[in-house]
C-alpha cells in the first residue's frame, strides 16, 4: 500500500532553514504528483507546494521565493527546502500524494489521496 514518511521537522529560529524529507512506497513515484500541506493549530490544511511527475511546480503565495519542492525520482524522495523561515511557518507539515491527474499541480488538499503522518516544524522569533 502507498505509504510516505515524512522527517526532517525541528525547531529553528527565525530566518533559520530546514530541509524535509518524505520518503515514498507502495506505488510507482513518478506517476504521482507530489504536494506539502500544512496545519496549525485550529487551521485548516493550507497548500504549500506541490509538483507533478514532470516537475511543474505550484507554491503557495506565502512561501513564494522562500520554500522550494524538489524530487528524487530514483530514490522515490520528496523533499522541501524551507530557508528565511519565519513564526507564521509553525505548523505540521504533511507530505501528500494524489494519483488523480487534475490537468495541472493542484494545491488544494481534497485533491490529494494519500498522506503521511506529519512533522512539526516550529519557528521561534
Known amino acids: 500500500q502507498v505509504q510516505l514518511v515524512e522527517s526532517g521537522g525541528g525547531s529553528v529560529q527565525a530566518g533559520g532553514s530546514l530541509r524535509l524529507s518524505c520518503a515514498a512506497s507502495?506505488?510507482?513515484?513518478?506517476?504521482?504528483?507530489m504536494g506539502w500541506f500544512r496545519q496549525a493549530p485550529g487551521k485548516e490544511h493550507e497548500g504549500v507546494t506541490a509538483?507533478?511527475?514532470?516537475?511543474?511546480?505550484s507554491y503557495g503565495d506565502s512561501v513564494k521565493g522562500r520554500f522550494t519542492i524538489s524530487q528524487d525520482n530514483a530514490k522515490n524522495i520528496l523533499y522541501l527546502q524551507m530557508n528565511s523561515l519565519k513564526p507564521e511557518d509553525t505548523a505540521m507539515y504533511y507530505c501528500?500524494?494524489?494519483?488523480?491527474?487534475?490537468?495541472?499541480?493542484?494545491?488544494?488538499?481534497?485533491?490529494?489521496?494519500?498522506w503521511g503522518q506529519g512533522t512539526q516544524v516550529t519557528v521561534s522569533s
Open positions: 507502495g506505488y510507482t513515484y513518478s506517476s504521482y504528483c
Open positions: 501528500a500524494a494524489s494519483s488523480i491527474d487534475y490537468g495541472g499541480v493542484p494545491l488544494r488538499a481534497e485533491q490529494y489521496n494519500y
Open positions: 509538483i507533478d511527475s514532470d516537475g511543474s511546480t
